[in-house]
């Protein structure tokens, strides 16, 4: 089946998971560049660090409730890119849940992160939503905003996780198996769709609602 949109380099990444029985999901794009082996391998090598660094680096951070089920992947380098989904890896197996024994915010409250990248001034800089947080987290005086202690903690569990995904291939046929960058995806109103690589991700200190439960 063609995939919906082409953009050179760039594999989609989402992450299903539940909070009890509502679906939720996050979008992550990611610019693969293939090393040892072929682009299909590398994809599928590239949902498998995401699972890993997301049990590392922020699962700590989201709730009991929050189940991570797999990690979908749509490769848009091309209209025949290859589709699947990736459950186990050699260190984890999904579903697995968030480590944060807090109660849960409701499903549909989540953290809003940005996206820095070196883009020109003006243009898109990208976000995501950042689900499944614990309610102990928000500020006693304005309970819509994130306590500047838990703030620092999930900027820095965030910086852990940009830095972890963002490989560099093995040399010699070395794990991993290809270079990968998190990525913004531009659709400009004229000229073809490109992508600029983030630099950065910021929690902002205020939650908004995942209406849409995606990226």
């Not at 797999?70 to 589709?83: E, K």
């Not at 809003?112 to 001034?121: E, M």
């Amino acid at each position: 089946m063609p995939v919906p949109l082409v953009v050179p380099g760039i594999a989609r990444y989402t992450l299903k998971a539940k909070i009890a029985t509502i679906p939720i999901v996050t979008i992550l794009d990611m610019h693969v560049v293939t090393g040892s082996g072929d682009r299909a391998g590398n994809v599928f090598d590239c949902a498998g660090n995401i699972i890993n660094q997301w049990y590392t680096h922020l699962r700590g951070q989201q709730v009991n409730e929050y189940v991570l089920e797999s990690v979908d992947y749509i490769d848009l380098d091309s209209p025949t890119g290859v589709v699947g989904s990736r459950t186990i890896t050699s260190e984890r197996t999904l579903p697995l849940p968030g480590a944060d024994a807090g109660g849960p915010l409701p499903s549909f409250v989540a953290g809003l992160v940005k996206k820095s990248t070196s883009a020109a001034r003006g243009a898109k800089t990208g976000r995501l939503f950042f689900p499944g947080l614990p309610e102990p987290i928000t500020d006693v005086d304005n309970p819509n905003t994130i306590s500047a202690a838990a703030l620092t903690s999930l900027n820095n569990s965030l910086a852990a996780f940009l830095t972890a995904i963002n490989v560099d291939a093995g040399v010699g046929g070395a794990q991993p198996s290809y270079t990968g960058r998190l990525a913004v995806v531009h659709k400009p109103a004229v000229g073809a769709t490109f992508h600029t690589d983030v630099t950065g991700l910021s929690m902002q200190s205020r939650l908004t609602y995942q209406t849409r439960r995606r990226q």
